[in-house]
């Protein structure tokens, strides 16, 4: 089995429900280490490198301004940013988050318990989780400094 780090971000609209403590709660059920938190001020630029591998879909824009909590009214672009390390630390994550599209994610994951999608179209699916594990080195890099996370 791998040790792996992972990035988790709660997003803007798990951070303006007030979803931060509970999902939180979720992740530490995994039984994974967490190694780094940190509350970062989402600018367009890091947004933009966060979401790159997007930039050429139509809802790339909006997913920009979602992140930076444009939609949610979140003072200064904040958002909380973590790190979880351990054993599948990529796979125990995005099992206990559930499918991106919260109608589909199932029954007791954090986007199954929490997730939503507003009349507008836009998925509130409350956290980001690395897709793999070449994701997660890029994106743990872009969010953290080696010597922000535990070693």
Request: proline share 3%.
């Amino acid at each position: 089995m791998a040790i792996e780090q992972t990035l988790i971000l709660i997003k803007p609209d798990g951070a303006a429900r007030r979803l931060t403590g509970l999902t939180i709660d979720r992740l530490d059920s995994t039984g994974l280490e967490m190694v780094a938190a940190k509350m970062v001020s989402v600018s367009e630029k890091l947004a933009r490198e966060h979401y790159k591998a997007l930039s050429d879909k139509p809802f790339f824009e909006g997913l920009i301004k979602y992140i930076r909590g444009e939609f949610h009214g979140i003072k200064d672009h904040r958002i909380l940013a973590l790190v979880y390390r351990g054993e599948n630390a990529i796979k125990a994550v995005r099992a206990i988050a559930g499918a991106t599209n919260p109608e589909q994610a199932a029954a007791g994951t954090i986007r199954g318990s929490f997730g939503r999608i507003t009349t507008a179209g836009q998925f509130e699916n409350v956290i980001h989780a690395s897709s793999d594990p070449a994701d997660a080195a890029r994106e743990v890099a872009l969010w953290f400094k080696k010597e922000e996370i535990l070693p």
